[in-house]
């Protein structure tokens, strides 16, 4: 069988308005799923949770997770790369 190459066309965005909704964003990125949250509508409390539990997730799947707006972050799994000096 030839080698296939298989490219994912899917960026999951949201923008969830509680913990249990950044979950979701958790469950995207365990399917290797790269995902942007937004997380302006979270509580302060909730947003630091949330970011350094979605930190966790990538960190255990040896993805990357990057800032790119205020409030805003990709989390991207392992194999896709994420490359920001072009």
């Known amino acids: 069988m030839a080698d296939q190459t298989f490219y994912r066309d899917e960026i999951i965005a949201m923008s969830p308005r509680n913990f249990d909704e950044a979950k979701i964003a958790a469950e995207e990125l365990k399917d ?3 995902t942007i949250v937004n997380f302006s509508q979270l509580t302060p409390e909730e947003r ?3 970011i350094h539990y979605l930190n966790g997730v ?3 799947l ?3 997770t990057r800032e790119i707006g205020s ?3 990709l989390f991207a799994p392992a194999n896709v790369t ?3 000096d072009k």
């Open 62 to 64: 040896d993805g990357t």
């Open 71 to 73: 409030q805003v972050f």
């Open 48 to 50: 630091i949770w949330a």
């Open 58 to 60: 990538a960190f255990a």
């Open 32 to 34: 290797g799923n790269p």
């Open 82 to 84: 994420v490359d920001f």
